[in-house]
Antibody, heavy 120, light 112 residues
Framework: EVQLVQSGAEVKKPGESLKISCKGS????????IGWVRQMPGKGLEWMGI????????RYSPSFQGQVTISADKSISTAYLQWSSLKASDTAMYYC?????????????WGQGTMVTVSS | QSVLTQPPSVSGAPGQRVTISCTGS?????????VHWYQQLPGTAPKLLIY???NRPSGVPDRFSGSKSGTSASLAITGLQAEDEADYYC????????????FGGGTKLTVL
């Protein structure tokens, strides 16, 4: 079965660092991009950025450039999203999703989401 | 303010047909980028509903259809069912953002 499995919910304090993960299985991890999408409480989907695990080519949406770091380890089929200093406004559900290298470029498989809560 | 504009809400009675619009500009939909649609049921992750403007992934009922014209796209749902009540998002790419992805603001579908 093709799936993306994300790490569990996190509760952090402002200023702390965090790295969440997204592990792919059931397909060739380097045949797809992995994107990250933010959904703040009660709000819509926001495109954060995308990484190609084959060579770690990474693109960030302007709103998220410099705010987060996206990385991947193709040897363990895992992509990451990390923060160096969390803010309360980072409280959200974060989804990873895979996107084909060519063709329709839609996110065809999604992870279950990781809820990040930042509160003092 | 999303780059792609969707109505915040639509509603319809069971069995009816509803449409959800997604309006963009010459730098995204009008530039020829495909439009994709996602369904997000309450408390769950989004799911791909329509890709490449009008294609359904395996398992998606043919009650769902998509179209694109000019700088806009539409999702149509016929034979509305209670389980269609969800949030729907369009997504495309934008040349002014170095061809990165953009989502619409989302539309809440209520089945009356």
């Amino acid at each position: 079965e093709v799936q993306l499995v994300q790490s569990g919910a996190e509760v952090k304090k402002p200023g702390e660092s965090l790295k969440i993960s997204c592990k792919g299985s059931g397909y060739s991890f380097t045949s797809y991009w992995i994107g990250w999408v933010r959904q703040m409480p009660g709000k819509g989907l926001e495109w954060m950025g995308i990484i190609y695990p084959g060579d770690s080519d990474t693109r960030y949406s302007p709103s998220f450039q410099g705010q987060v770091t996206i990385s991947a380890d193709k040897s363990i089929s895992t992509a990451y999203l990390q923060w160096s200093s969390l803010k309360a406004s980072d409280t959200a559900m974060y989804y990873c999703a895979r996107r084909p290298l060519t063709g329709s470029l839609a996110f065809d498989i999604w992870g279950q989401g990781t809820m990040v809560t930042v509160s003092s | 303010q999303s780059v792609l504009t969707q109505p915040p809400s639509v509603s319809g009675a069971p069995g009816q047909r509803v449409t959800i619009s997604c309006t963009g500009s010459s730098s995204n939909i009008g530039a020829g980028y495909d439009v994709h649609w996602y369904q997000q049921l309450p408390g769950t992750a989004p799911k791909l509903l329509i890709y490449g403007n009008s294609n359904r992934p395996s398992g998606v009922p043919d009650r769902f259809s998509g179209s694109k014209s000019g700088t806009s796209a539409s999702l149509a749902i016929t034979g509305l069912q209670a389980e269609d009540e969800a949030d729907y998002y369009c997504q495309s790419y934008d040349s002014s953002l170095s061809a990165l992805g953009v989502f619409g603001g989302g539309t809440k579908l209520t089945v009356l």
